[in-house]
């Protein structure tokens, strides 16, 4: 039996008619065709699934889409206006902060929100908001330093 | 992975939410699904009906409750730590709140469903057990409390009768000059505890008056540390008699120690002993 199920994703509404056991993540993907949200683990551990779920990093492989009908979800295609990186897009890319870049669009979504709440966070507190997020490449030190640059470029330090 | 396949019903309140549970067979609650999800796309758990509670507003929320505070059962685990009320009144709740998983499970996961699941390497059962909180339950026979320590019963087994929800969780306060801590040690992927243990410890002239030390993640639920409490008891609180108190854990474990491939039972009974006495230094030197 299908659910009715509405979300708005990067300001712009998505319903569709879902099996309630239908992820967030692939309505995300598959209904919306944001592709940017990666499927990682799939078991909630490693973060490449993270949006913003109602303002708050969520991984979007372990939300039902019928949970989050009524709801506003932030991906990463919604951070920059198409014309301009955002600025910790621009850092991560001025700090390789990728190498295959599985990785980066929930790393991205996660340091927003830290930044967000603390705009000059310390590398230890960088270190502790990506705690949800795995990265199999960068050995994280450039990483952490891509989230100081953008917090430098947007006005804190 | 998918779950198998379900029906879905969204309560609009804890009445709805209660007669929805108990109106179709095998039903679960979903709250923050941080626990169950994971389980149903493993196939763990296939319930036929979920019914949703992530939008009842009366289930959320802290407030004042006497010297204590009472939790709403859908309060996430990111709101208790960021509570200056909880931060004042229970400290060690928002500590060990603080400390669950990682940002975006904290932003998702709820105290209700943390309770309800029962998972021995969870936090929070350690952490209520050691402030003797009641968690409130409300079915239809109506409302009732249970103490922490008699609503853990077994490995993901509660207290509830069939049909009950959690509705809040009542903590009191802890009393003032008390010192308090819970440390952890996280599992490096999941950041679930391998060992948490939560200490509540006063100091009168240089002497333990009294003190609660609980241990999460050796047994299938919270361990009370009657011995270390014991020892405590009328005890110096300088670093070698909190160290030979917290030695003392060894013997309060039933002998139903787990273990998984990343920790053998031995070695997290051993590790036990060095995050009571961890939690005890701290909690001797945030008191006074
Ligand atoms: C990657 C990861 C890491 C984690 N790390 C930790 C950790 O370090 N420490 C820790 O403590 N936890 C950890 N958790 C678990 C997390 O805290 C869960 O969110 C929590 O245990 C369950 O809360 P929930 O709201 O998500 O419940 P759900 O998953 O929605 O429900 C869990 C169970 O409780 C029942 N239930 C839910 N609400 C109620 C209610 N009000 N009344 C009665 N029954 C109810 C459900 O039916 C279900 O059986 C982790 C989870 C993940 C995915
Ligand atoms: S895919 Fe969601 S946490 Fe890994
Ligand atoms: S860049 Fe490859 S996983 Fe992080």
Same mark, same amino acid.
């Given at each position: 039996m299908s659910v009715p199920v509405e979300i708005t994703i990067n300001g712009r509404v998505f319903s569709g008619e879902v099996e309630p056991r239908q992820l967030l993540v692939h309505f995300i993907r598959e209904n919306a065709g944001l592709t940017g949200t990666k499927v990682g683990c799939d078991t909630s551990q490693c973060g490449t699934c993270t949006v913003q779920l109602d303002g708050a990093i969520a991984k /979007?492989?372990?939300? *039902?889409a019928v949970q989050a009908s009524g709801s506003t979800v932030n991906t990463i295609?919604? *951070? /920059?206006?198409?014309v301009d990186l955002h600025p910790l897009q621009e850092a991560f890319w001025n700090k390789h902060g990728l190498q295959c870049g599985f990785c980066t669009p929930g790393m991205i979504m996660a340091s927003e929100e830290l930044l967000r709440n603390n705009p000059s966070p310390s590398r230890e507190e960088i270190r502790h908001a990506l705690e949800g997020n795995i990265c199999?490449?960068?050995?994280y030190q450039n990483i952490v330093s891509a989230v100081e640059e953008a917090a430098g470029a947007m006005g804190g330090s | 992975m998918f779950p198998s396949q379900f029906t879905y019903h969204r309560a609009a309140s804890v009445a709805e939410a209660v007669e929805l549970l108990n109106g179709n067979e095998g039903a679960k609650l979903l709250a923050g699904g941080h626990s169950l999800l994971p389980m149903m796309k493993l196939r763990l758990a296939s319930p036929p009906t979920l019914v949703d509670i992530g939008q009842v507003a009366e289930l959320k929320g802290v407030s004042a409750d006497g010297d204590g505070v009472r939790i709403g059962a859908l309060t996430t685990h990111a709101e208790i730590a960021g509570s200056a009320l909880v931060q004042e009144r229970a400290p060690v709740l928002a500590e060990a709140a603080s400390r669950v998983g990682d940002p975006a499970v904290r932003n998702r996961g709820t105290i209700g469903g943390n309770v309800a699941h029962g998972d021995p390497q969870s936090d929070l059962p350690t952490v209520l057990t050691a402030l003797g909180a009641t968690i409130n339950a409300a079915g239809q026979n109506g409302e009732r409390g249970i103490a922490a320590a008699d609503f853990f019963t077994g490995l993901l087994e509660n207290? *509830?009768?069939?049909?009950e929800i959690v509705t809040s969780v009542s903590v009191p306060g802890v009393a003032s000059g008390a010192g308090t801590a819970y440390v952890k040690f996280s599992h490096p992927a999941s950041r679930y505890s391998v060992v948490g243990a939560a200490a509540i410890v006063s100091v009168a002239n240089g002497v333990c008056s009294s003190a609660s030390v609980v241990v999460g993640g050796v047994e299938s639920t919270p361990t009370r540390a009657a011995s270390v409490e014991a020892a405590l008891?009328?005890?110096?609180?300088g670093a070698d008699a909190l160290a030979a108190a917290a030695s003392?854990?060894?013997?309060?474990?039933?002998?139903?120690a787990m273990g998984d491939v990343y920790a053998s039972s031995e070695y997290r009974q051993a590790m036990a002993g060095v995050y009571v006495r961890r939690a005890l230094e701290a909690a001797v030197a945030r008191g006074g």
């Open positions: /979007s492989c372990t939300v *039902l295609e919604g *951070l /920059s206006d198409g199999r490449c960068t050995g | 207290a *509830l009768d069939d049909g008891a009328g005890s110096g609180v003392a854990v060894s013997g309060d474990f039933q002998g139903d």
